[in-house]
């Protein structure tokens, strides 16, 4: 079930969205510079998959010159609730520290016939990763965290990075920017999150 049959069977999981979007909501295209910033006017956003952004990725973090998007960014108000998008147990629960990274992380893992999945909700509050830890069985739907400010989500907007995996995560880590280079393989591993929770854009 691989490659162009991701999308169907994504999708037949039938998911709980991770976030409760209004109707109307901001989509950005950071393959351009943000002349407001991430202010757009709208209290939710969305960022894109799959989206080079070479105006984007600045700290020490991306020296190496990563800037191929692979989740999916839900933008709103600190605080705002996520809930688990699928039936589960937290494989992982922590803090990545460096300027720019996820800040507080929670991933799920998900077992089916003949394949895992991981998904991993980034840039959460401290909150989150107080209450929710490895081991604890989550169904789709359930609060799992909110969205953390800025000096607890690795220095962004608050906002969610959603992404799916294939590949178990290596300590907690699923990359969220690729090098450009590296499309074809990872769009194969980190599958488009809309697959499993609908169009966005």
């Given at each position: 079930?691989?490659?162009?049959?991701?999308?169907?069977?994504?999708?037949?999981?039938?998911?709980?969205?991770?976030?409760?979007?209004?109707?109307?909501?901001?989509?950005?295209?950071f393959t351009r510079p943000q002349m407001n910033g991430w202010s757009s006017g709208l209290s939710y956003s969305i960022?894109?998959?799959?989206?080079?952004?070479?105006?984007?990725?600045?700290?020490?973090?991306?020296?190496?010159?990563?800037?191929?998007?692979?989740?999916?960014?839900?933008?709103?108000?600190?605080?705002?609730?996520?809930?688990?998008?699928?039936?589960?147990?937290?494989?992982?629960?922590?803090?990545?520290?460096?300027?720019?990274?996820?800040?507080?992380?929670?991933?799920?893992?998900?077992?089916f016939a003949d394949r895992t999945l991981y998904i991993l909700y980034g840039h959460l509050s401290s909150r989150t990763?107080?209450?929710?830890?490895?081991?604890?069985?989550?169904?789709?739907?359930?609060?799992?965290?909110?969205?953390?400010?800025?000096?607890?989500?690795?220095?962004?907007?608050?906002?969610?990075?959603?992404?799916?995996?294939?590949?178990?995560?290596?300590?907690?880590?699923?990359?969220?920017?690729?090098?450009?280079?590296?499309?074809?393989?990872?769009?194969?591993?980190?599958?488009?999150?809309?697959?499993?929770?609908?169009?966005?854009?």
């Amino acid at each position: 079930m691989q490659g162009a049959n991701d999308a169907e069977f994504l999708a037949s999981l039938n998911a709980s969205q991770p976030v409760l979007l209004p109707t109307e909501y901001h989509i950005y295209d950071f393959t351009r510079p943000q002349m407001n910033g991430w202010s757009s006017g709208l209290s939710y956003s969305i960022g894109k998959y799959d989206e080079v952004r070479p105006f984007v990725y600045k700290t020490e973090l991306f020296g190496d010159g990563r800037d191929l998007h692979m989740g999916l960014d839900i933008g709103g108000p600190v605080h705002t609730p996520v809930h688990s998008c699928l039936d589960g147990e937290v494989y992982w629960s922590g803090y990545h520290d460096e300027e720019g990274d996820y800040g507080h992380t929670v991933i799920t893992i998900h077992e089916f016939a003949d394949r895992t999945l991981y998904i991993l909700y980034g840039h959460l509050s401290s909150r989150t990763t107080e209450l929710v830890k490895p081991g604890r069985k989550v169904m789709a739907g359930e609060l799992i965290g909110w969205f953390g400010k800025d000096d607890e989500n690795g220095g962004w907007p608050p906002h969610l990075h959603l992404q799916l995996s294939w590949v178990e995560p290596d300590e907690g880590d699923i990359p969220g920017v690729v090098h450009r280079d590296e499309r074809e393989q990872a769009l194969k591993m980190y599958p488009d999150p809309q697959f499993l929770i609908g169009k966005k854009y």
